[in-house]
């Protein structure tokens, strides 16, 4: 991050919803490392992986909002407060959307919506930053993708997503808010809710690998990802944050460049954590429904309008990882070990290995 942008965030009051979870908490202490004023909302919804130890190292400065945010009542005080929106309270599980769409679409779209329109009464005209998901494309029709592709997604999640996506850019035409969607693709890195089941691969791989598991992939493990260490995510995020008059309000944040099959992804995990080879096994016919198959996301647009480049390899990324749990597993095992879902045995007994 350049100096001209943390020196641009210096003071202002910034507002991260799901700032309790993986990427908020990672966006939050790095706002604050910049001196900004930020205050953290989260309803710490079962299964979403909202932990307090994430924002440890500043929880003195940060200030949290515990809370939905649908909740206007709520909200209204911190939003008329706020220079900056930074939104990514949401849901990111597509097997807990499958098994639980009404509930997916209460978090992923209903409460954005009280959301938003409670932003446009409140902080008018403010940025908006949304993260949603490169899910929202389903199955890519060509590789890599653009953000031209066709919206077409597999899940709920990624319907809801889609939906929360449309409300930001609807808001923005109509004078009330400044959105900018981001469409993120498989992101990791220290903070992950890595004792929760239903997250997807790269979380399950990383609580395996501590653990001492061997990895497991479905289908053949040739299909392709883009995987993103977090604070290259925060970098897209911040920098979309500052940008002035874009040209572009959807940005893909992927990388064409550093492409890596599943089994690459497990082969490097398992070697750097010393675990055994992992293991190939067919996929249960509940993910085979949702499975995309390869994705690979074109950042062309991304670095045309922020100058946003990925910069962390994979094998850098994932050292920096296991560092990070080996040091604070506990914080993220206790009381959800072995993978327990706080949503029932339904969505155990469809986890077993999620591949997203």
Avoid at 22 to 44: E, K, P, Q, Y
Avoid at 85 to 108: K, Q, Y
Avoid at 246 to 255: A, D, E, K, Q, V
Wanted: proline share 5%; with cysteine.
């Amino acid at each position: 991050m350049t100096a001209e942008i943390r020196q641009w965030y210096k003071g202002r009051r910034v507002l991260v919803t799901g700032g309790l979870g993986f990427i908020g908490s990672n966006l939050a202490l790095a706002l604050w490392r910049m001196g900004a004023v930020v205050t953290v909302a989260d309803s710490s919804e079962p299964g979403c992986g909202a932990n307090p130890f994430n924002v440890k190292p500043a929880a003195e400065e940060i200030a949290i909002v515990q809370g939905d945010i649908a909740d206007e009542e709520l909200m209204a005080p911190v939003l008329q407060q706020t220079d900056l929106i930074f939104n990514l309270a949401g849901e990111v599980s597509h097997t807990h959307s499958m098994l639980f769409p009404e509930r997916d679409f209460r978090i992923n779209s209903s409460a954005q919506l009280r959301f938003l329109q409670a932003c446009g009464r409140h902080a008018w005209q403010r940025r908006v930053v949304y993260a949603s998901t490169r899910q929202v494309y389903g199955t890519p029709g060509r590789l890599p993708v653009s953000e031209k592709h066709q919206v077409a997604p597999l899940d709920y999640n990624g319907v809801h997503k889609h939906a929360a996506e449309q409300y930001h850019l609807i808001l923005t035409r109509l004078g009330e808010l400044d959105g900018m969607v981001l469409r993120l693709t498989n992101i990791y890195g220290p903070r992950m809710a890595i004792g929760l089941s239903c997250q997807g691969f790269l979380p399950l791989f990383f609580q395996r690998a501590m653990e001492g598991g061997q990895l497991s992939v479905f289908g053949d493990g040739g299909q392709l990802r883009d995987p993103i260490y977090v604070d290259d995510a925060c970098n897209a995020l911040l920098l979309a944050g500052a940008v002035v008059n874009p040209p572009y309000r959807t940005l893909n944040i992927g990388s064409s460049s550093a492409v890596f099959s599943l089994n690459e992804i497990a082969e490097e995990i398992s070697r750097q954590a010393v675990l055994p080879h992992f293991r190939v096994q067919p996929f249960p016919a509940a993910r085979q429904k949702i499975d995309i198959g390869s994705y690979v996301s074109s950042d062309r647009r991304s670095t045309a309008v922020l100058g946003w480049r990925a910069r962390v390899d994979l094998a850098e990324g994932i050292r920096r990882t296991l560092t990070y749990y080996g040091e604070h597993y506990r914080h993220y095992r206790a009381g959800i070990a072995g993978g327990a879902c706080p949503l029932g045995h339904q969505a155990r007994a469809a986890v077993a290995t999620p591949v997203s």
